[in-house]
């Protein structure tokens, strides 16, 4: 059997690098995320891809002597008119004529269709049952309210179970008087001065539970989306820089607050997966947290979204 020499296996390895790059990832990200369109390699990465490929290839025909021989052996044959005068003629004449395409390719100005932009907040899919959604932490009932008194009367608050560990090693080490001196916020210092002398005014009490709320809130935030969004939910989170489009910044004028609550809840709830086709190509990477988070988390998240950004949520039509 012919053995293959080291100049066709480096062509060929070139060569297949760059189809599957291409049109090979292109095609199987169709198989993959079920898109319309493929997913193409940016050309920075092409580059990137291309460059390593060729590093390998020279350490590999570098690596001897009987190797780089190997592979200038028929370069030298085709130099020195062994494949023919014709064959030498039209290879000199390729390499200059196909470097020159490829600059001309790459400097040309061009006159190219405008981009479909993306949709900032796709609603084709948002249901018209949400749209009067009020989160229920912001106004609680007085039902709520009295509750709460109870509880802290009887000093046992209930808080999530994700914030309940670390106030229990709290209360253990400090022994405080009542559980609720964990917060150092003004209005539940007056809310435990006046349940001292037995006369709670339910406006006190609804700041106190706000307060409760926002700070289940914040954590809840803080586990889940700080990663992303950041802690001043400006979009700037650690994990901000790794997405293709960057997490939306809460505190714009032109977010969070030119939509209503519900929109909110429903985009949180839904995540990326639920955004309707006018939100690609760049589709949100965001989870759907209606499988890992109930519905009292996500709004006390959103509770805190819109107080750590100091934004109001748009009125709905027809409310005032």
């Known amino acids: 059997?012919?053995?293959?020499?080291?100049?066709?296996?480096?062509?060929?390895?070139?060569?297949?690098?760059?189809?599957?790059?291409?049109?090979?990832?292109?095609?199987?990200?169709?198989?993959?995320?079920?898109?319309?369109f493929p997913l193409p390699?940016?050309?920075?990465?092409?580059?990137?891809?291309?460059?390593?490929?060729?590093?390998?290839?020279?350490?590999?025909v570098t690596f001897s002597e009987e190797g780089m021989q190997d592979f200038l052996r028929p370069i030298k044959k085709l130099l020195r008119g062994g494949y023919g005068q014709i064959a030498r003629a039209l290879v000199l004449l390729a390499v200059p004529a196909i470097a020159a395409w490829q600059t001309y390719e790459m400097t040309v100005p061009r006159v190219e269709v405008p981009l479909s932009l993306r949709i900032q907040h796709p609603s084709s899919n948002f249901p018209v049952s949400s749209e009067s959604l009020e989160n229920p932490f912001n106004h609680p009932s007085d039902a709520d309210i009295d509750a709460f008194i109870e509880q802290a009367r009887a000093n046992e608050i209930e808080f999530i179970a994700q914030v309940q560990g670390d106030i229990d090693l709290w209360a253990d080490?400090?022994?405080?008087?009542?559980?609720?001196?964990?917060?150092?916020?003004?209005?539940?210092?007056?809310?435990l001065a006046e349940l001292e002398e037995d006369n709670v005014s339910h406006a006190?009490?609804?700041?106190?539970?706000?307060?409760?709320?926002?700070?289940?809130?914040r954590a809840l935030y803080a586990m889940n989306c700080r990663a992303c969004h950041g802690d001043s939910v400006a979009g700037d989170g650690p994990m901000a820089d790794g997405f293709?489009?960057?997490?939306?910044?809460?505190?714009?004028?032109?977010?969070?607050?030119?939509?209503?609550?519900?929109?909110?809840?429903?985009?949180?709830?839904?995540?990326?997966?639920?955004?309707?086709?006018?939100?690609?190509?760049?589709?949100?990477?965001?989870?759907?947290?209606?499988?890992?988070?109930?519905?009292?988390?996500?709004?006390?998240?959103?509770?805190?979204?819109?107080?750590?950004?100091?934004?109001t949520p748009r009125i709905p039509e027809g409310h005032e």
């Open 41 to 60: 390699v940016p050309r920075t990465l092409m580059l990137f891809y291309m460059t390593l490929a060729v590093v390998a290839m020279f350490l590999m």
């Open 244 to 311: 293709k489009l960057r997490p939306i910044n809460f505190t714009d004028n032109g977010t969070i607050e030119t939509i209503v609550e519900g929109y909110t809840f429903w985009r949180v709830t839904n995540g990326g997966p639920g955004l309707p086709t006018e939100a690609t190509p760049w589709d949100s990477a965001m989870p759907e947290w209606k499988l890992s988070l109930t519905e009292e988390q996500r709004w006390k998240i959103i509770l805190a979204e819109y107080n750590l950004a100091q934004k």
């Open 204 to 217: 006190t009490a609804e700041a106190a539970l706000m307060e409760k709320n926002l700070f289940e809130g």
């Open 1 to 36: 059997m012919r053995r293959i020499g080291t100049f066709p296996i480096v062509v060929i390895v070139l060569v297949a690098i760059y189809a599957a790059t291409k049109w090979g990832i292109p095609a199987f990200s169709r198989e993959v995320t079920a898109l319309p």
């Open 173 to 191: 080490e400090w022994d405080p008087d009542h559980i609720l001196e964990f917060f150092a916020a003004e209005p539940v210092k007056k809310f």
